[in-house]
């Protein structure tokens, strides 16, 4: 199992919630969990908007097609969820871990995700636009060809990352060291090249 930064162990849990307990396919802002542990729950094509789920556990949880709008997903665990087709608009997932998830297709835009935990996620089949990714894990992330976009990645944990033939463009690369990180191929701006160039230790004249 994945661990969070520093060792944190996850937060604890105080209810759990099985798949035959679930029969929800919407949520709204008047939806709070806290503490709760989801089990084998069947989320696929579930909205939500302005829900808010902190501190949770979510073991082997299906959110395939589900999108959300506006939920808060704070200091939550994720564990072998899939996120097959998911999309979150202007979500907030700070603090969060994801361990052994699939996140084929899964599209995020706005919100704020700093703080999470992605380390050897398969993200190649991802994208992110216009998102604060501030002090992310992605240690041994594969994000081959994904899209991050207008991503804030400042002093995100990259090291040992794969962005070969990723679209990059508008994203904060200041935390990325081109000898611990594969950018072959990938698509930048003239001013991120020179980021990368100062990286390196190189001067330009």
């Known amino acids: 199992m994945a661990e969070r930064r520093n060792g944190v162990p996850p937060p604890p849990t ?35 908007r302005g829900a808010t ?67 050897g996620a398969d993200l190649r089949r991802a994208s992110f636009t216009r998102v604060r990714m501030r002090e992310v894990d992605f240690a041994g992330t594969r994000c081959q060809g994904a899209t991050f976009v207008g991503v804030d990645l400042a002093d995100a944990w990259l090291h040992g990352a794969d962005f070969s033939g990723a679209d990059l463009r508008g994203s904060d690369l200041s935390a990325m060291d081109p000898l611990t990180v594969n950018l072959r191929g990938a698509t930048i701006e003239p001013d991120q090249a020179f980021v990368l160039v100062t990286a390196l230790g190189l001067r330009i004249r």
């Open 14 to 48: 105080d209810t759990t919630v099985l798949d035959r307990d679930w029969d929800r396919a919407e949520l709204t802002a008047e939806d709070h969990f806290a503490r709760t542990e989801f089990l084998d729950v069947d989320m696929m094509e579930l909205t939500s």
């Open 53 to 119: 789920f902190t501190e949770c556990t979510f073991r082997s949880v299906e959110f395939n097609a589900s999108v959300h709008q506006e939920s808060a997903f704070v200091n939550c665990t994720f564990t072998a969820c899939k996120f097959f087709d998911a999309t979150f608009v202007d979500c907030k997932l700070v603090g969060s871990m994801f361990d052994r998830c699939t996140h084929d297709l899964m599209k995020v835009s706005g919100g704020d995700w700093s703080l999470v935990g992605l380390p």
